[in-house]
């Protein structure tokens, strides 16, 4: 893990977007995006093994890690998280990078190289098919659902305590939540999961982000964004992560789709041993694929 990798601070109307930053001020830009209840640590073992002529900045999204919560009322989808990253990439004054999206940020950087084709130079989604889709008559039901719990927790929100855990404790519940961490993948995302208070430690991630996405897309408009995508892309599914929560057996077989989709449009799709957090447990099994894509040397051979 490089401890000595910068701090990134972008100021927002809300407060602000942290991170860090890695590599030379010149290199080619990469974005990393984390998953869902994670935080920009996901990328502290992994990015050390990647090309050093590359410019490296992962964000806390906004509500994880040391970004600040968004505002009392404000949902967190993912049209708010492409507008973020927008903010970003502003500041940093970039016109054109590559993304590397772990789950939830694989669907961020999806969509957002769907929206923003011309920014985005490579796309590497990591243990992601950069969709998830619902069936067309579920999503009103589903869009329904996810506004009226925010609401319900609004109301409850001012009785709501927040829970002090010694460090300990919140390791243990975090190895619990996430059991394809290892220990030590754990404490690297405590060091930014964490916020100290009086009697101990409380998670820093906003309770909200737990909440269903509220903008659900069906798999004919995830064809319709994926036919978009100008990026070369690199898709790299863990055999014991999403490629077993979403098997090949499954009545939607939306991955074999979606998986077909970036096939027929040149991109590689490679298979690893591990579990949905392979790239933090164990980097070297996914460092190659990614060092090739990136180098635009990536074989096209594909499992």
Not at 155 to 170: G, I, M
Not at 172 to 183: D, F, G, H, Q, W
Request: proline fraction near 7%; charged fraction near 25%; aromatic fraction near 10%.
């Amino acid at each position: 893990m490089d401890c000595d990798a910068p701090e990134l601070i972008v100021p927002v109307a809300w407060g602000e977007l942290r991170g860090r930053v890695w590599g030379p001020d010149q290199g080619f830009p990469v974005l990393c995006l984390h998953g869902w209840a994670d935080n920009c640590g996901t990328f502290n073992t992994l990015i050390p093994l990647l090309p050093k002529e590359c410019r490296y900045v992962a964000v806390d999204l906004a509500g994880h890690g040391m970004s600040s919560h968004r505002p009392a009322g404000v949902f967190y989808s993912y049209p708010a998280y492409v507008a973020d990253i927008l903010r970003v990439v502003d500041a940093l004054q970039w016109e054109r990078f590559s993304i590397i999206g772990h789950s939830m940020g694989g669907a961020i950087a999806t969509m957002f190289s769907t929206l923003f084709p011309e920014m985005v130079d490579a796309l590497v989604l990591l243990d992601s098919y950069g969709f998830e889709p619902k069936d067309l008559e579920q999503i009103p039901d589903l869009m329904r659902e996810a506004t009226t719990e925010v609401l319900r927790f609004e109301k409850k929100k001012e009785a709501k305590k927040e829970r002090v855990y010694t460090y300990e404790k919140a390791l243990e519940r975090l190895l619990e939540a996430n059991p394809a961490l290892s220990t030590q993948s754990a404490r690297i995302l405590l060091e930014r999961g964490l916020t100290p208070v009086e009697g101990g430690v409380v998670f820093s991630r906003d309770f909200q982000v737990n909440f269903k996405n509220n903008v659900p897309v069906s798999l004919e408009q995830s064809l319709d964004l994926q036919s978009r995508i100008q990026a070369r892309v690199l898709v790299v599914l863990a055999e014991e992560g999403f490629k077993k929560k979403y098997p090949d057996s499954d009545p939607q077989k939306f991955p074999l789709v979606l998986v077909q989709g970036y096939r027929n449009q040149n991109g590689i799709v490679v298979t690893v041993p591990g579990d949905h957090h392979i790239h933090l447990n164990r980097p070297e099994t996914v460092a190659p694929f990614i060092s090739d894509f990136l180098r635009n040397k990536a074989s096209a051979e594909t499992t």
